[in-house]
């Protein structure tokens, strides 16, 4: 290890630092969905402005998941040959700075613009942070970490619809992206400042490393070979359209459907987004654990019963009757729908990070970002917002078309993984015990 790297590099830490690099990797991961999901709260009003259409403001979500999923691939690479950390602090600067630009847009083309290099800078964030985080806990914690750092995605949706509405509503569309910026920033200059922790730090089994010789662009395309881990990308793949579709268009619905105001619409459906996937996201991650002690299926049994139930209770209150209003049963309803959705989230991190080797997991969170946004969620929204305008603006039947279809194949794609999970997982094991007993194989 080169003398200037001493800094940098760390052994196991004590249990105290994990849960501040945890906590710090929450509060970013909160900045990330805040700023990402800011503009779907302020829709009406930005539509209203620019004089643009359901298909056009959906472009905007189509602009950052696509440069997001692709940006995502260099960043991935950088983040299992590189410094986690600066991989991260060099992410949160640049969306931050192009939230603060959304603000000042005057155009649609600078609106575009700006959205799209959000996704730029959110790309380096998630497959790092992933890798990083998997080498402070050990694989038995890891699906109640995962949960507990995308907790802060729940968090920052609620706060982009229920903070970015109310602010739209008082101050302007613009004055939600100046607020959403600045604490961006700020989670920067903390991003730079955490210690590196050393590559598989945290196994039962196999030296921890300060580098890895089997990143390479060959290895990422062969991490599709690991068949649970592709059942688990092909899942996500159709549950991403699923998610974005359906929050990205939520604050329209209930002004359009129930004549609610921008800020009472943001505020309501951030408290369901919020609760729903708070609950969803640490039941999963606790259940998987705890499950697991008896079967290594049990992350991916989470996620199958989640989708399953999703896709009848989202139908329900797609369904639901006008006339009663939103809270008798849409609300309640659609709060059940987000809890089962997001069952998924901590069990399926942990899977993706058990089965690859610790050199390889930025690069496996990295192809499931690229696979599952570019054919997933990328287009999503600008296809319901098509959709919608073929079908005389009722997002409604958009969304009931889409949604109950996709989780279904979402759930049979994940079972595929059931009979490989413990196979996979052993393989990883075996394989990074080998090359870490190899001296040839490391460097220091």
């Known amino acids: 290890m080169a003398a200037g790297q001493a800094n940098l590099i760390i052994p196991p830490v004590a249990r105290g630092y994990a849960r501040y690099v945890l906590a710090l990797m929450v509060g970013i991961n909160l900045l990330n969905y805040m700023d990402r999901w800011v503009a779907a709260s302020a829709g009406p009003l930005i539509e209203k402005e620019l004089g643009i259409s359901d298909s056009l403001f959906g472009l905007l979500g189509t602009a950052f998941l696509l440069v997001y999923a692709i940006a995502a691939v260099p960043f991935g690479y950088w983040g299992d040959r590189g410094v986690r950390k600066t991989v991260i602090g060099v992410g949160v600067t640049i969306w931050s700075i192009a939230t603060l630009f959304t603000g000042f847009a005057r155009s649609y083309f600078q609106l575009f613009l700006s959205r799209a290099i959000v996704g730029i800078g959110e790309a380096s964030y998630y497959p790092a942070g992933t890798s990083l985080l998997s080498d402070y806990f050990p694989k038995e914690q890891r699906s109640r970490v995962a ?3 995308g907790a802060g995605s729940t968090v920052g949706i609620a706060l982009g619809f229920a903070g970015g509405g109310f602010i739209a509503e008082k101050l302007g569309w613009r004055a939600a992206f100046f607020f959403a910026a600045v604490p961006g920033l700020l989670f920067a200059i903390l991003a730079f400042q955490m210690r590196e922790p050393l590559r598989g730090a945290a196994e039962a089994r196999g030296a921890a490393v300060a580098r890895t010789a089997d990143a390479s662009f060959r290895k990422f395309i062969d991490l599709m070979r690991i068949p649970t881990l592709r059942a688990t990308i092909i899942a996500q793949t159709l549950l991403f359209f699923v998610l974005a579709s359906n929050a990205f268009w939520l604050p329209t619905v209930l002004q359009r459907r129930f004549e609610m105001t921008a800020g009472r619409a943001g505020l309501l459906a951030g408290v369901v987004i919020v609760v729903g996937g708070l609950i969803g996201t640490l039941a999963g991650g606790w259940l998987a654990d705890r499950r697991a002690l008896a079967t290594p299926k049990a992350h991916l049994e989470v996620g199958i019963i989640g989708f399953l139930a999703g896709a009848v209770l989202i139908t329900v209150a797609i369904l639901s009757p006008l006339n009663i209003g939103p809270i008798p049963v849409f609300i309640p309803v659609f709060l059940l729908t987000v ?7 901590g069990p399926f991190t ?14 496996a969170v990295t192809l499931l970002l690229f696979v599952a946004h570019v054919f997933g969620d990328s287009h999503s929204t600008f296809d319901i917002g098509l959709l919608s305008d073929r079908l005389g603006g009722n997002l409604q039947l958009a969304l009931l078309i889409t949604s109950p279809t996709l989780l279904i194949l979402a759930a049979i794609a994940a079972a595929t993984g059931l009979r490989t999970i413990k196979r996979d997982t052993e393989a990883m094991e075996e394989d990074w015990a080998a090359r870490t007993g190899d001296p040839a194989l490391t460097r220091a």
């Open 339 to 345: 809890i089962c959705l997001y069952l998924y989230a």
């Open 147 to 149: 949960a507990v750092w």
């Open 350 to 363: 942990a899977v993706s990070q058990n089965v690859v080797s610790p050199g390889l997991r930025a690069s």
